[in-house]
């Protein structure tokens, strides 16, 4: 991924204005620090923080056509790209190396048609410079960040960036910029581009579960995600989610190491092919149930393992700074973040650029415990489809947010559009947790790498991890994590303060001392009333008797609940 930070029919001195715009894009060069480009043309700025990953020596972007038409800046990976350049119809040369470049031909020979082509995760500005029009695209379900921004002063101006900050100085409207859908300067309209079969919560899937087609659609996203140039690993947190993910990947990258090849011989996987050995990482306080889970499980995969430990106050002292990169208030997504952030840090220094995350299983699968109260079938689907549509508002804003802050890319395969196409289709019945039925969360992925019936297949986890209770990272990296912010926040925020929140932020009111110091952390950072308007709260089912708590632990059917059932 990199950072893009872009500004449109800008009304001024477009020469003059060149080095402020030069400054708004070093803000994320936190995003891309291996290399910064500009390109000026009519009177608009494309600005470019790159983090190099496949066409590491010739992909430097803003990418500029051979007649000087078009200008493409991307952040995020293509991986059909190799696909799609067979697939154009007229002769067009290549300058790189890059997955990118092939939006820029694919936009000269079908215009904005072209994002329903592209399999990746990305966020794309193209200026077509003949017709002084500018496209803006975000990959289906937001894996990569992007907002966009209007001043009241220059009301014909359009400014475009990988983050908030890059626009709270300039802009007094700014929006996150929509999932899935496409900016127009012709029209001046953002419209949906992604139209997928699942997407209305009121539509219930009949489909049932194949467990083999299931399996093998998760194969395949991991797969493709194998694409690098540069060292790469796998978080690990010992879950199911990031077990399954590196379960799969150290598969591939011995099937590679073996001389093995897919059936798809279009598939770019360079990773494995140059770094054949798996490196996981994992994050925790000493003695915390991620770590020891993880190290169980990189010991049964051999996987190169690097586990670090964090103490209580090193993360406190890191919140104000995740909050800064998050752009963001939201309770569980700091709490989770925080180690996250930290262990990112970590990975970076060893050189590593990339890393595979199990971002999205919890929302496709119901895997949060609140789900375990959902009242029926069809509300317990409609949940899954509405998390991952706001995906983009939370997990997808952490896993993307905290590794960029350190120019560490992450890429999530439970959230391919293959993939999902599959899984979110399945009937809910299916995918519903039934504790009388033996039936836990997540109960069919679990099935569909559950080789016990086989004894002759080797099995992908052992047993006690593919069948481990979901735990959510910002509870499983140690508990005393969000007892600590929750002490912290008592002494900071006095009651009396807190009783006079709504009066303070009519928006998001915090309802807790905890929530109260970050809304005063995030305003510190971004005081712009502007700023908040792309904020989303990540609250569990309270109309299904849920706790408000985002924790794991504050559902009654945890392990180690706050309270447990009668």
């Given at each position: ?21 030069l400054y708004l894009s070093k803000k994320i060069r936190h995003r891309g620090p291996d290399w910064s480009g500009c390109h000026v043309a009519n009177n608009t700025i494309l600005c470019h923080e790159r983090l190099a990953i496949v066409g590491v020596g010739s992909g430097a972007q803003p990418l500029v056509s051979e007649d000087g038409n078009l200008v493409l800046c991307v952040n995020g990976e293509i991986y059909n ?242 909050i800064y990169h998050l752009e963001t208030y939201d309770v569980t997504t700091i709490r989770a973040s925080t180690p996250m952030y930290l262990l990112s840090r970590k990975i970076k220094a060893m050189g590593v650029k990339m890393v595979l995350s199990g971002e999205g299983s919890d929302e496709v699968f119901g895997g949060y415990l609140y789900f375990h109260q959902a009242p029926d079938a069809p509300s317990f689907h ?185």
């Amino acid at each position: 991924m990199c950072g893009i930070c872009a500004i449109y029919n800008y009304q001024g001195d477009i020469d003059a204005y060149r080095q402020r715009a030069l400054y708004l894009s070093k803000k994320i060069r936190h995003r891309g620090p291996d290399w910064s480009g500009c390109h000026v043309a009519n009177n608009t700025i494309l600005c470019h923080e790159r983090l190099a990953i496949v066409g590491v020596g010739s992909g430097a972007q803003p990418l500029v056509s051979e007649d000087g038409n078009l200008v493409l800046c991307v952040n995020g990976e293509i991986y059909n790209h190799k696909q799609l350049r067979k697939q154009l119809k007229k002769p067009h040369q290549f300058k790189t190396e890059s997955d990118c470049e092939v939006i820029m031909h694919m936009y000269d020979e079908m215009g904005t048609d072209l994002v329903q082509h592209l399999d990746g995760m990305f966020s794309f500005v193209l200026l077509d410079v003949k017709r002084n029009r500018i496209i803006a695209a975000r990959d289906p379900i937001g894996i990569t960040t992007l907002y966009y921004g209007w001043s009241s002063k220059m009301p014909e101006t359009v400014f475009f960036a990988s983050e908030l900050k890059c626009l709270n100085e300039e802009c007094d409207t700014i929006l996150a910029f929509p999932p899935g859908h496409l900016y127009d300067s012709e029209t001046k309209e953002t419209t949906r581009w992604f139209n997928p079969t699942w997407w209305e919560p009121e539509r219930i899937p009949t489909n049932e579960v194949d467990y083999t087609l299931l399996r093998e659609a998760l194969e395949k996203s991991v797969r493709k995600r194998l694409m690098a140039e540069v060292p790469y690993g796998v978080l690990l947190s010992g879950g199911l989610d990031s077990s399954l993910i590196a379960a799969i990947a150290v598969r591939e990258a011995e099937k590679i190491a073996r001389g093995g090849r897919p059936a798809d011989p279009d598939f770019d996987e360079s990773g494995p092919m140059n770094w054949p050995g798996v490196h996981s990482f994992s994050i925790g306080l000493p003695g915390s149930p991620d770590l020891i889970a993880a190290r169980e499980v990189a010991k049964y995969l051999n996987t190169i393992h690097h586990e670090y430990t964090f103490t209580i106050q090193e993360a406190l002292d890191a919140v104000s700074d995740v909050i800064y990169h998050l752009e963001t208030y939201d309770v569980t997504t700091i709490r989770a973040s925080t180690p996250m952030y930290l262990l990112s840090r970590k990975i970076k220094a060893m050189g590593v650029k990339m890393v595979l995350s199990g971002e999205g299983s919890d929302e496709v699968f119901g895997g949060y415990l609140y789900f375990h109260q959902a009242p029926d079938a069809p509300s317990f689907h409609a949940e899954c489809v509405t998390r991952v549509r706001n995906l983009h508002t939370s997990d997808c804003l952490r896993a993307n947010k905290s590794t960029m802050a350190w120019g560490l890319e992450a890429r999530v395969p439970f959230l391919d559009r293959d993939f999902l196409e599959v899984a979110m289709n399945i009937k809910p019945e299916e995918k519903r947790p039934n504790s009388k039925l033996g039936r836990m969360e997540k109960y069919i992925i679990r099935k569909a790498f559950d080789t016990s019936d086989d004894p002759n297949a080797k099995p992908y986890l052992p047993t006690n991890i593919l069948w481990r209770q979901k735990e959510q990272f910002s509870d499983g990296v140690g508990y005393s994590w969000i007892d600590s912010l929750k002490a912290v926040s008592e002494n900071k925020v006095s009651s009396e303060e807190l009783a006079q929140a709504a009066s303070r932020w009519e928006k998001d009111t915090p309802d807790t001392k905890e929530a109260y110091m970050y809304r005063v952390m995030f305003e510190q950072w971004f005081p712009q009333p502007a700023c908040t308007a792309s904020v989303v709260r990540w609250v569990p089912r309270t109309d299904w008797g849920c706790s408000s708590d985002p924790s794991g632990r504050a559902q009654k059917v945890h392990e180690k609940a706050y309270e447990k059932e009668a």
